[in-house]
T-cell receptor, first 115, second 114 residues
Framework: SQKIEQNSEALNIQEGKTATLTCNYT??????LQWYRQDPGRGPVFLLL?????KEKRKERLKVTFDTTLKQSLFHITASQPADSATYLC??????????????FGQGTELSVKP | ETGVTQSPTHLIKTRGQQVTLRCSSQ?????VSWYQQALGQGPQFIFQ???????GRGNFPPRFSGLQFPNYSSELNVNALELDDSALYLC?????????????FGPGTRLTVT
């Protein structure tokens, strides 16, 4: 069956450390993968997109890797800050023709950065 | 601020009733997608509208229906509400359907069915 899984347990780290979040999927062949941030009571906010033919993408303190053989994406936040505390969602896209812009989301990983 | 607005912010309905949720897309976006997010879960795709036509649908029954208007705003209608319909309903707008562009989400409508 098709599945997309993120770290199910909340991630607690110390300020200044690197946070690494995992997104694994099975029985999907996405053309791209996106990462979003969601704060309580708010809609998700887009962070990064990586295509199937790209290995790594960076934006400021954020880095995403995409391994289509392992069917896994890793999301890193370097020099983490308490303001980075939020739930992070991965989403698969470009899955099926005529499915529009359907995104398949993972359940999210809650990150807490302690000062 | 993304520019996507939704109304109302909160809503309480009784099982069996009908509800209409509204969304105004970001300026310049002609595509609107609707998602349902249960507590502790990721958003689930309901359907997408592009130029007033449905352009893809997820695994939701026909009692979930939608509309898109010429100004690209959109409505989500849910008939015969069930307790499991209680969730955060998100709309997202984007430039072009099916392309790898980010989707801009609104703040959501929290629906509670009692």
């Amino acid at each position: 069956s098709q599945k997309i899984e993120q770290n199910s347990e909340a991630l607690n780290i110390q300020e200044g450390k690197t946070a690494t979040l995992t997104c694994n999927y099975t029985n999907y062949s996405p053309a791209y993968l996106q990462w979003y941030r969601q704060d309580p009571g708010r809609g998700p906010v887009f962070l990064l997109l990586i295509r199937e033919n790209e290995k790594e993408k960076r934006k400021e303190r954020l880095k995403v890797t995409f391994d289509t053989t392992l069917k896994q994406s890793l999301f890193h936040i370097t020099a983490s800050q308490p303001a980075d505390s939020a739930t992070y969602l991965c989403a698969l896209g470009g899955l099926i023709y005529n499915q529009g812009g359907k995104l398949i989301f993972g359940q999210g990983t809650e990150l807490s950065v302690k000062p | 601020e993304t520019g996507v607005t939704q109304s109302p912010t909160h809503l309480i309905k009784t099982r069996g009733q009908q509800v209409t949720l509204r969304c105004s897309s970001q300026s310049g976006h002609n595509t609107v997608s609707w998602y349902q997010q249960a507590l502790g879960q990721g958003p689930q795709f309901i359907f997408q509208y592009y130029r007033e036509e449905e352009n893809g649908r997820g695994n939701f029954p026909p009692r979930f229906s939608g509309l898109q208007f010429p100004n690209y705003s959109s409505e989500l209608n849910v008939n015969a509400l069930e307790l499991d319909d209680s969730a955060l309903y998100l709309c997202a707008s984007s430039h072009i359907p099916g392309s790898p562009y980010e989707q801009y989400f609104g703040p959501g409508t929290r629906l509670t069915v009692t």
